[in-house]
């Protein structure tokens, strides 16, 4: 074939899919119909885009700081908690918990609503509403003295919005740079992380800047709880008020920044100039961002995929893969309190360990491209293990605590970022996007299960009991980690 033949294939076999399937994929859904496939950009347009390109990022890393609230709460719920019992003493420290596994589901339930609904009414828009009511939820929170109605207000003014907007700055990226996906979904969402580094020592600051100890005492489930005194929980109405404020400037800086080219279509320039050329060093047949020219079969429907044997084997490991990492980001300092580590060096942890989770989804996006899911989900599954296994024994270490949690966020990063890869790979760019929304959903059910052994088993056989349990569930993802396929044939379906 010749060289000169690929493009008009290519872009005719991506148009028809447009055409045919545009409710079905996020980012194509904006390109059907469009005549400019073929376009060839100057050098000059080239530098331009590309500059465009870097602005939009910097939107896309300014909202993320916005949705890093999520992995802000475990640092939070200890000033919250004693705020809240200081007005209402049966709040209990796991009544405040519940809070994250719910955070969760919201969020992950409408991930795959954003991008269509931006669609409709203007991704700028989008990211503008969604920002503004993330930042009213905490004003409105400094003000809540019920713990129903903070529950309910946390955790569907943040997490569903939070959802709604959480891949529009990413899909925008993808615009700007085709062939660097990883690189761009990386960039921006380790500004989740960083996010969540930077409020961490913010609400620290406000709350407890001469980081007072935990020293007044409830009796609950049996066990004597630490809650920190009027000094540091008066502190939190400000605390809220300045999370509004900042949250609604990075709001409106990501609204200015971010920017969606409908009619960009840089995917095409590298076969028909030299301007833009595909990066190299990377196994492109284990990309998701791997698009060949030659058609080959994938899963045609949602029915087919879910009668799949991958689609049970993935929700079984989203399940039992995940649960460890967000039970310890929602109790790394209420398990660290128990430790006798002073709020100061769990700030601190808490930051890091946020860093881990938000940073290392660029590394782990650039190994799935060269050495594809399923070794780096085993690696990460003897990890898991390891870390699941050893945290109920070091001794009231810090620098033990510390290494466990960072690596066991530094994993978490790595199957939050490979799971719509290998989706996209696995069930293809039609049905992929559906399979890995669902996916998602798992995550928030998986939270909320962490939650429950947390709430219930706890009381009952401590955290250690808790932890291998915790290991139980390891155990399974990496066993069928083991006999997952990444590759699976495909038949056509009967008409």
Same mark, same amino acid.
């Given at each position: 074939m010749k060289p000169q033949q690929i493009p008009q294939q290519a872009a005719q076999s991506d148009h028809e899919f447009d055409k045919n399937h545009h409710h079905h994929h996020e980012s194509q859904?904006?390109?059907?119909?469009? #005549?400019?496939? *073929?376009? #060839?950009?100057?050098?000059?347009?080239?530098? !331009?885009?590309?500059?465009?390109?870097?602005?939009? *990022?910097?939107?896309?890393?300014?909202l993320h700081f916005v949705l890093g609230t999520f992995y802000l709460w475990g640092g939070i719920s200890p000033y919250v908690g004693a705020y809240m019992k200081d007005r209402d003493e049966s709040v209990t420290q796991s009544t405040l918990q519940i809070i994250f596994p719910i955070l969760g589901i919201g969020l992950f339930s409408v991930l795959s609503f954003g991008v269509k609904l931006a669609q409709r009414i203007g991704y700028k828009t989008m990211i503008a509403l969604g920002g503004s009511i993330i930042s009213l939820a905490f004003l409105i929170l400094s003000f809540i003295n019920n713990i129903y109605a903070f529950i309910l207000i946390y955790c569907f003014m943040v997490g569903i919005p939070s959802g709604l907007v959480y891949m529009l700055p990413i899909i925008c990226g993808w615009k700007f740079f085709p062939f660097n996906r990883g690189m761009v979904s990386g960039l921006i969402i380790a500004g989740y992380g960083f996010g969540a580094f930077i409020f961490n020592f913010v609400c620290k600051a406000i709350c407890n800047p001469n980081n007072v100890e935990p020293s007044v005492s409830f009796e609950e489930d049996?066990?004597?709880?630490?809650?920190?005194?009027?000094?540091? /929980?008066?502190?939190?109405? /400000?605390?809220?008020?300045?999370?509004?404020? !900042?949250?609604?400037?990075l709001t409106i800086i990501a609204t200015l920044l971010i920017k969606y080219p409908r009619d960009l279509h840089l995917e095409y320039q590298s076969v028909l100039g030299d301007g833009v050329k595909k990066p190299s060093g990377i196994n492109h047949e284990k990309s998701i961002d791997y698009h060949p020219t030659v058609l080959h079969a994938e899963c045609e429907s949602l029915s087919q995929g879910i009668k799949s044997r991958p689609f049970w084997f993935l929700i079984v490991m989203v399940l039992c893969s995940v649960i460890f990492g967000?039970?310890?980001?929602?109790?790394?300092k209420v398990f660290g309190q128990t430790l006798g580590i002073d709020d100061s060096s769990l700030t601190v942890l808490g930051s890091v360990q946020s860093v881990c989770n938000g940073g290392s989804r660029f590394i782990w996006a650039v190994l799935f491209d060269k050495y594809g899911f399923k070794k780096l989900y085993l690696v990460i599954s003897v990890i898991n293990l390891i870390c699941s296994a050893s945290i109920g024994y070091i001794n009231n270490s810090y620098a033990g605590y510390f290494i466990i949690l960072c690596l066991t966020m530094f994993c978490e990063g790595g199957l939050l970022s490979c799971y719509p890869a290998v989706s996209a790979k696995v069930f293809g760019h039609k049905v992929g996007p559906i399979i890995y929304g669902?996916?998602?959903?798992?995550?928030?059910? !998986?939270?909320?299960?962490?939650?429950?052994?947390?709430?219930?088993?706890?009381?009952?056989?401590?955290?250690?009991?808790?932890?291998?349990?915790?290991?139980? /569930?390891? !155990?399974?993802?990496?066993?069928?980690?083991?006999?997952?396929?990444? #590759?699976?044939?495909?038949?056509? #379906?009967?008409?």
């Open positions: 859904a904006d390109d059907h119909g469009d #005549e400019n496939h *073929l376009r #060839e950009y100057t050098a000059k347009e080239l530098r !331009s885009i590309k500059i465009q390109g870097v602005i939009c *990022l910097i939107g896309g890393i300014a049996g066990k004597i709880k630490k809650y920190f005194p009027r000094d540091v /929980f008066k502190n939190v109405p /400000f605390m809220f008020q300045m999370m509004a404020l !900042s949250y609604f400037i967000l039970l310890m980001a929602n109790c790394y669902g996916l998602f959903f798992v995550i928030g059910l !998986s939270n909320m299960l962490g939650y429950l052994l947390y709430k219930f088993g706890e009381p009952e056989i401590g955290y250690n009991g808790v932890f291998w349990i915790i290991f139980g /569930f390891c !155990s399974v993802a990496f066993i069928l980690g083991v006999f997952f396929k990444e #590759e699976h044939e495909w038949k056509k #379906e009967k008409r």
